[in-house]
């Protein structure tokens, strides 16, 4: 029958879908207490320098940009953030065996540890949890350059070849992984619904992953607190928190 809650709506398509593509962005991070970027109370609203700090030139070039960074790290409220009722609501929706990617924006790795099957993560901008060497391209777990800071390096080199180490994330500047983009967009073609979440889909490629799924004949639904730019060729739209829209969309409930 149909229905004007849009709730029930977006339920509905999620329990008639057999593959499932979730694009997750950094509202559904905010809900674990971690600072977005460029929302109305990010970082970079709020201080645009430490936007132009974050450049790769600039923290390849400069020495004083990766110390500071550094200590920035040491202090990110990342660090302690937990998985919430989005992120598990997400695991729920893998144990029905309908999720077939879960694509994110975000460095934190919250999905892992909520559960998610790391298989079926797709991180298009890193993990902040790993470092990775310039030089050589060595990753190493976070943790282990962090212990030498918190010992007194202000600055940790790769200790296989000396080069400069930084997060794995894709900076400002910094060329996203082919390899990683082809398989969202090949996850988002073979969808039979898109799921995006906590995003305002402005950022290309990845925001393209909406209409590659929409030609290919997959039902869109977005939930963001915020309008997104893909609102006009989604089926539906949730304009809400992002924790209680999930747990009430993605469990499989009796109705
Ligand atoms: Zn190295």
Redesign the pocket.
């Known amino acids: 029958m149909a229905t004007s809650d849009p709730v029930d709506a977006a339920r509905r398509r999620i329990d008639a879908a057999r593959r499932v593509v979730v694009l997750t962005g950094a509202g559904i991070s905010t809900e674990s207490g971690i600072p977005d970027f460029r929302g109305p109370q990010g970082v970079w609203t709020r201080n645009p320098a430490a936007e132009k700090q974050s450049t790769i030139q600039n923290y390849l070039a400069e020495p004083e940009v990766r110390k500071a960074a550094w200590r920035s790290r040491l202090d990110s409220p990342a660090w302690s953030a937990e998985p919430n009722a989005g992120h598990r609501a997400l695991v729920a929706l893998e144990r029905r065996g309908i999720l077939h990617a879960l694509v994110t924006q975000n460095i934190d790795e919250l999905h892992q540890r909520a559960g998610s099957s790391p298989d079926l993560v797709v991180e298009v901008h890193g993990s902040m949890r790993r470092v990775m ?1 310039w ?4 990753r190493a777990p976070m943790e282990e350059a962090l212990a030498r800071v918190r010992a007194g390096e202000d600055d940790p080199h ?1 200790l ?4 400069i180490l930084k997060s794995d994330t894709i900076s400002f500047g910094q060329a996203l992984v082919p390899e990683v983009i082809d398989r969202a967009m090949t996850a988002a073609a073979e969808a039979d619904l898109l799921l995006a979440v906590g995003t305002t889909l402005q950022v290309q490629p990845v925001a393209s992953m909406v209409p590659i799924a929409a030609r290919a004949g997959a039902q869109i639904v977005i939930v963001n607190d915020q309008p997104t730019a893909m609102d006009s060729i989604a089926d539906v739209v949730l304009r809400s928190k992002i924790g209680p829209a999930l747990a009430a969309l993605c469990g499989g409930v009796a109705r």
């Open positions: 060497c030089e050589c391209g060595r790769c296989a070849c000396g080069g």
